[in-house]
């Protein structure tokens, strides 16, 4: 029966890395996406190289799994996303908004540095986390089967689906020659493997909002503000542009949690004292205000 198993995963693997084998064309038009039908696969946004958990500058580092590193949004335990992978990040939702590209759901690894692109991308959905998509930590015969049901599966009609992975050169699709923020499209069929349909860049996704790379990058706006979808051990992960402070507000436009600081990129905010309820999140650093809203179950 082991030897049985065996065989069957390998067979399944191979069948996988067969897949990758597929020419991808680079795309230079996105509004096909409109029809809805596709996977959209992001590497996520800039993330440099730096201290990880075994003390070198190793680009795959291997702390202990009872420590969950890869989940910490800490500089010191994993590579994060910088301000210009926050950038990114925050250019490629508005892209998908200004293009008008149906999302139906966005799924993201477990580490933070994807986990930090879905919520910046400002899609409006519940993120859901996957060990499909985190790679280094899981092995292959434990993650590449639902990476491909995934992949494979037709979004709702008139809708794309999102994923945020990493690049890698293992398993089913060909992921290792997309740069940081790049997408690889498919299109899932009845019957047959996914097709791929090629790659956008991210400079494709940039000058989708405003006709320009640069401009894209360096374009004054106000406060963007962004949180993930829910709270994990009482602390919620909240995303800003800029230094401000932010106040928590309930249903009944009462001020429950105020004037709590907040630096230019990420921090996690201790909503343990908040009942259950809707929450409007606002932002000020006293010449802007932008509200986003947050939901505590």
């Known amino acids: 029966m082991k030897y049985f198993l065996s065989v069957l995963i390998l067979c399944a693997v191979a069948s996988l ?3 990758a084998q597929v020419p991808v064309a680079e795309l230079s038009d996105l509004t096909f996406l409109r ?9 996520h946004s800039t993330a440099p190289f730096g201290t990880f958990p075994n003390g070198s500058s190793d680009p795959v580092p291997f702390g202990s799994v009872e420590s969950q590193w890869w989940k910490s949004c800490d500089v010191n335990s994993a590579r994060q996303l910088d301000i210009v992978g926050r950038t990114e990040a925050a250019n490629i939702g508005r892209a998908i908004r200004r293009l008008r590209i149906p999302i139906s759901s966005l799924t993201v690894s477990e580490f933070c540095r994807c986990y930090e692109t879905g919520v910046l991308m400002n899609t409006g959905l519940n993120m859901v986390i996957s ?14 089967p639902e990476l491909r049901t995934r992949v ?11 994923l945020v992975t990493h690049g890698h050169t293992v398993g089913p699709y060909p992921f290792d020659f997309l740069q940081w923020s790049d997408a690889i499209i498919y299109r899932p069929r009845t019957g047959a493997e996914a097709e791929v349909i090629g790659y956008a860049r991210y400079n494709l996704w940039a000058r989708s909002t405003t006709g320009s790379v640069t401009a894209a990058l360096e374009a004054p706006e106000k406060i963007s503000l962004s949180a993930a979808p829910a709270a994990q051990n009482g602390r919620l992960l909240v995303q800003t542009s800029k230094d401000c402070t932010v106040s928590f507000v309930n249903a009944l436009g009462e001020e429950v949690l105020g004037d709590v600081p907040l630096k230019q990129g990420s921090r996690f905010v201790d909503v343990k004292s908040l009942p259950s309820g809707v929450y409007s999140i606002v932002a000020s650093n006293g010449k802007e205000r932008t509200i986003t809203k947050f939901t505590k179950q």
């Open 17 to 19: 890395e067969a897949f």
């Open 35 to 43: 029809q809805g039908g596709y996977v959209i696969i992001f590497r």
């Open 131 to 144: 060990t499909a998509l985190t790679f280094t930590v899981y092995t292959n015969d434990q993650r590449l």
């Open 152 to 162: 494979n599966a037709l979004p709702p009609a008139g809708t794309n689906t999102l």
